[in-house]
């Protein structure tokens, strides 16, 4: 009884082992092959343009992936390779009160991502990432901005991490 629990024990090990894929508790799911990642300049073509936006997110992006992750951060060549622009950032009314003036404001943020993985170009995607922050409309934008882009940063990283290197 012994040795065929063994047995199994080295089976599953062997055949674990020899899988294609990193697997974590965390989620990531990256191919053995991939050991690179690129992220270069992200532009701010939005029609409001916050200074230093795109350098925020890029480095965050960076933060992330380097510590949920083995891979490197490369210059040019990488593996996968993640070209972002931020598309939008507005602020809108969101609800209006009985005098027809907003009681809260929106400000949403839109961030494009062009993906690329040099290892399985079947992997390759465009998607448009988009998150908001509800805010009072008696409270200035400058009072809630740090705020407002660190919940909608984490909700787009989330997403952006999930969708190419979690894979969920």
């Not at 080295?10 to 053995?32: D, E, M, P, Q, R």
């Not at 809260?104 to 993985?117: A, E």
């Amino acid at each position: 009884m012994r040795s065929k629990t063994l047995y199994i024990i080295l089976l599953s090990i062997l055949t674990l082992s020899s899988c294609k894929y990193n697997l974590s508790f965390s989620g990531i799911n990256i191919a053995k092959n991939i050991k690179t990642f690129e992220i270069g300049f992200v532009p701010n073509n939005a029609p409001i343009v916050v200074p230093g936006l795109g350098e925020d997110f890029r480095n965050q992006l960076i933060d992330r992936i380097g510590q949920q992750t083995n891979l490197t951060q490369v210059k040019t060549g990488g593996d996968l390779v993640f070209n972002l622009e931020i598309s939008d950032y507005s602020i809108a009314p969101k609800a209006l009160t009985a005098n027809e003036t907003a009681s809260q404001n929106r400000l949403t943020i839109k961030i494009k991502l062009d993906y690329t993985n040099a290892k399985n170009e079947k992997d390759d995607f465009r998607k448009t990432y988009s998150y908001f922050y509800d805010f009072s409309a008696t409270t200035s934008v400058s009072n809630i901005r740090d705020e407002a882009h660190k919940v909608i940063f984490e909700q787009i990283l989330d997403d952006i991490f999930s969708d190419t290197l979690a894979k969920w």
